[in-house]
């Protein structure tokens, strides 16, 4: 991508998603570039309502879209946390998913963020991980997803799906360096002080 071009990046968020799922990638693609005194990504949460939004633990989210009338973004980021399980059978962001998938250029998925993607039939026959935590209730949301364990993330078309919670971090720093070069993306891990697992393996 040119110097001068910006991305959208849109967020989805939702009850009890985990914070960091949505936080840490928030913070990746809104310093990518800080130290360049360049702004290669625009990030925005998207929400099925116009309504503050309780992540886990009470944090406050106001989203600044929603499902109907969100624009089609570059890289769409699907977090999870406790949230998700229900949000799995959510047909409206199920739809939302559905529609987006095939219009974007990168599909991020964070922790259980892969049961809603799964559950929306976006992993049929597709590696796919998670948190180690909820791999088998991936391979009950997608029976036929080729599910990986031993990987912080993974790739898998136009989707890049990252384990638990901080892998999500690893993941959108995999995008920084899809669009922007890997240098980049270790300037903005170095500026964040995170110790970037580039090649995907678990810890």
Known sequence: MSANEQLDVAIVVFDDVEVLDVCGP?????????????????????????????????LKLLPDCTYSDCPVPDILVVPGGPGARPQSRDPHLLTFLQQMAPQVRTVLSVCTGALIM???GLLDNQPATTHHR???????????????????????GN?????????????????????????????????????????????
Not at 29 to 56: C, H, I, M, Q, W
Not at 142 to 147: G, L, M
Request: proline letters at 4%; hydrophobic letters at 45%; a negative charge.
């Open 26 to 58: 928030f913070e990746v693609f809104s310093v990518a570039g800080f130290v360049e005194d360049r702004k290669p990504f625009s990030v925005r949460l998207v929400a099925a309502e116009n309504n503050t939004v309780y992540a886990r633990n009470g």
């Open 118 to 120: 799964g559950r929306a």
């Open 134 to 156: 909820a791999i088998q209730e991936l391979q009950d949301a997608a029976p036929s997803a080729q599910i990986q364990t031993q990987v912080r993330y993974l790739r898998s």
């Open 159 to 203: 989707m890049i799906l990252s384990g638990g919670v901080a892998a999500g971090i690893d993941a959108a720093l995999e995008v920084v360096a899809d669009y922007c070069g890997p240098e980049l993306a270790k300037s903005t891990a170095h500026y964040m002080e995170f110790p970037w697992n580039r090649n995907g393996e678990a810890y």
